[in-house]
């Protein structure tokens, strides 16, 4: 198993084990080893049998934009979305840098959660500039809202980087 951390002398997370994802989510800066585990083997005596464990798989979310440009986000438990730039904001999964009106979003726009304990999305706004609107309602910066399939995404100034969300 290889261990991943922040390997940005300036973050202040420097050196800290980071679970998921290909970037330090304080500082942007990509995640490098730092160090390899052997596996290790543990026995143990189970006394009681367990027929079933409930185990909701994370479902699949792809964003599209207007144009058709398509989005996907897995394999993480957080996935930014905005511009690419700056040197203290994360790098963003959904990177909106090359679409149009593009200029109307913040790099640290907004952030896609998956919770594992109810099995589904949700989307913060980061305290962007120009605001984000999910299906017609203005997002409270810093708050949760969950994510259905099918939703609408607008981003920025006049709401000109529309998205539809889908959920599989």
């Known amino acids: 198993m290889t261990i991943l951390s922040c390997q ?18 304080f500082c942007g800066q990509r995640l490098e080893s730092s ?3 052997e596996p290790i083997t543990i026995q143990e005596t189970v006394t009681k049998k367990i027929d079933k464990i409930p185990i909701t798989p994370r ?8 144009s058709g440009i398509e989005f996907q986000v897995s394999g993480t438990q957080i996935a930014y979305i905005g ?5 203290v904001y994360p790098y963003p999964e959904v ?7 593009s ?25 962007s500039t120009n605001g984000t609107i999910l299906n017609g309602v203005s997002l409270t910066p810093g708050r949760t809202y969950e994510i259905k399939n099918g939703a609408q995404l607008e ?14």
Do not use: M
């Open 59 to 66: 479902r699949a979310l792809k964003i599209v934009h207007s």
């Open 103 to 127: 200029e109307r979003v913040s790099r640290p726009h907004a952030h896609i959660i998956w919770e594992k304990q109810s099995a589904k999305y949700f989307l913060v706004d980061d305290n």
């Open 83 to 87: 511009r690419r730039g700056g040197k």
């Open 8 to 25: 940005n002398p300036e973050c202040e997370h420097f050196h800290e084990i980071i679970l998921e994802g290909r970037f330090c989510p």
């Open 155 to 168: 981003l920025g100034r006049e709401h000109l980087v529309k998205f539809i969300i889908f959920i599989t």
């Open 35 to 37: 160090l390899s585990t």
């Open 95 to 101: 990177d909106v840098t090359d679409l149009e009106y």
